[in-house]
């Protein structure tokens, strides 16, 4: 059970618009910054957001990340088949005092 | 350009010991902590800790503490991960990842795969 509560699975079709949401709470995401990986099968993780809403230099402005209170959100628009990954977001725990991942959404383009 | 190079698949009988190697390369080794993430088959990350590239003092995610051992060569720029008394659920793909803060994985390296089997 992950701290970080994503959805398992995710899917859309080419060019469109989806979002995969990342729940926490006071001692994570609502005190701290949420970042977003992507991670392709045999690859190293990818940083995608950081501190939220930032992107990294190299990453499409195709992917967004928002946060309100204690939740987060990853915003992919104009989907290729080459965003088919798993996304897993993180964070801080201030309470635990270690770094937090959600479970991973295995993100499908049909 | 900055590089984290990790060290070859593992397979390794039940009680054995492993040790990790991140070899990195393109930027200032202390001036960044080394985390270790872990993806067991078919489970997500988990963070593992950290190690503080300038003062050598470890952090332990809870789970991780007691087998397994985060260490530093600064002369080589390699951070390393041992775990003793392997057990078949240490089977998984860990990866080491530079850090800005504490969950800001700006690089990782490719992955080790170990695998404990008797």
């Known amino acids: 059970q992950s701290v970080l509560t994503q959805p398992p699975s995710a899917s859309g079709t080419p060019g469109q618009r989806v979002t995969i949401s990342c729940s926490g709470s006071?001692?994570?995401?609502?005190?701290?910054?949420v970042y977003w990986y992507q991670h392709l099968p045999g690859t190293a993780p990818k940083l995608l957001i950081y501190?939220?809403?930032q992107r990294p230099s190299g990453v499409p402005d195709r992917f967004s990340g928002s946060k309100s209170g204690t939740s987060a959100s990853l915003a992919i628009s104009g989907l290729r088949s080459e965003d088919e990954a798993d996304y897993y977001c993180?964070?801080?725990?201030?309470?635990?005092?270690?770094?937090?991942f959600g479970g991973g959404t295995k993100l499908t383009v049909l | 350009q900055v590089q984290l190079v990790q060290s070859g698949s593992e397979l390794k009988k039940p009680g054995a010991s492993v040790k990790v190697s991140c070899k990195a390369s393109?930027?200032?080794?202390?001036?960044?902590?080394m985390n270790w993430v872990r993806q067991a088959p078919g489970q997500g990350l988990e963070w593992m800790g950290y190690?503080?590239?300038?003062?050598?003092?470890?952090t332990y995610a809870p789970g991780f503490t007691g087998r397994f051992v985060f260490s530093l060569d600064t002369s080589v720029t390699t951070a390393y991960l041992q775990i003793s008394s392997l057990k078949a659920e240490d089977t998984a793909v860990y990866y080491c990842?530079?850090?800005?803060?504490?969950?800001?994985?700006?690089?990782w390296g490719q992955g080790t795969v170990v695998t404990v089997s008797s």
């Open positions: 990842a530079r850090a800005i803060g504490m969950v800001r994985f700006d690089y």
């Open positions: 393109g930027y200032s080794f202390v001036t960044y902590t």
């Open positions: 006071s001692s994570n995401i609502g005190s701290d910054y």
């Open positions: 993180a964070a801080w725990d201030d309470s635990l005092s270690v770094g937090v």
């Open positions: 501190r939220d809403n």
């Open positions: 190690i503080n590239t300038k003062t050598g003092n470890p």
